[in-house]
């Protein structure tokens, strides 16, 4: 695929926003355009990624900045399923990786770090699968 799709499912406060293909520069008004849709009326909203082929600096922010937008406005936004490797790669290149969340990330629920082990709580979470 070359180019960007977005197809969000769910009701009510539960939304999954599905993302394929580039989340790149040339797509970043459709992928905000997505986000925006995927947040109104919305509580929880879980993005799958693992379809994604390629990602740069402008999706990162993107899928970042919507998980901060959750936070400020007392809602949930994480990445469902495995991260592909093009979102891993981007991850490490931009100094993503991480094991704890920003100082903004306040109920440890960072996109950029791996889910919890086995028998591990993650606090805040909702409980669904990643």
């Given at each position: 695929?070359?180019?960007?799709?977005?197809?969000?499912?769910g009701?009510?406060?539960?939304?999954?926003?599905?993302?394929?293909?580039?989340?790149?520069i040339?797509?970043?008004?459709?992928?905000?355009?997505?986000?925006?849709e995927a947040?109104?009326?919305?509580?929880?909203?879980?993005c799958?990624?693992?379809?994604?082929?390629?990602?740069?600096?402008?999706?990162?922010?993107?899928?970042?900045?919507?998980?901060?937008?959750?936070?400020?406005?007392?809602?949930?936004?994480?990445?469902?399923?495995?991260?592909?490797?093009?979102?891993?790669?981007?991850?490490?290149?931009?100094?993503?990786?991480?094991?704890?969340?920003?100082?903004?990330?306040?109920?440890?629920?960072?996109?950029?770090?791996?889910?919890?082990?086995?028998?591990?709580?993650?606090?805040?979470?909702?409980?669904?699968?990643?």
């Amino acid at each position: 695929m070359n180019g960007f799709a977005g197809i969000i499912s769910g009701t009510g406060s539960d939304r999954v926003l599905e993302l394929t293909g580039h989340l790149t520069i040339e797509f970043g008004q459709e992928i905000l355009n997505q986000l925006r849709e995927a947040f109104d009326g919305a509580e929880r909203i879980w993005c799958e990624v693992g379809r994604v082929t390629e990602i740069d600096l402008i999706g990162l922010q993107l899928l970042c900045a919507a998980h901060r937008t959750a936070m400020k406005q007392n809602k949930f936004f994480g990445i469902c399923g495995d991260k592909p490797g093009a979102i891993r790669s981007s991850m490490d290149a931009a100094g993503l990786t991480r094991h704890t969340g920003c100082s903004f990330d306040r109920d440890r629920t960072c996109i950029w770090t791996d889910p919890p082990r086995a028998g591990e709580h993650q606090p805040g979470t909702t409980g669904a699968p990643r």
